[in-house]
């Protein structure tokens, strides 16, 4: 069973993947974005702890290096914007 903190590197780690087309910077905006939006403030907390040791990739790693240093990541343009429709199933 995962620990809480080794859950949150793997979701991090995902997010990261699925931007990952995208190039790295905008990769680690987009995963940057989408923590701050998303993730309450304790996950951020422990997710913040966490480095390369703790198993998070470059793009993630980069994504929580930036929001640790105090960036605010531009937001970025949802999905439902581009295709002009829901992304649901």
Do not use: K
């Amino acid at each position: 069973m995962m620990s809480n903190r080794e859950r949150l590197v793997y979701m991090a780690n995902q997010i990261a993947r699925n931007f990952a087309a995208l190039g790295h910077d905008n990769a680690v905006a987009a995963t940057a974005d989408h923590i701050a939006s998303f993730w309450d403030p304790r996950m951020r907390e422990t997710i913040f702890a966490c480095g390369a040791d703790d198993g998070l990739g470059d793009l993630a790693g980069a994504a929580v290096a930036r929001l640790r240093a105090g960036a605010q990541p531009a937001p970025q343009t949802p999905v439902t914007q581009l295709s002009g429709g829901s992304d649901a199933g």
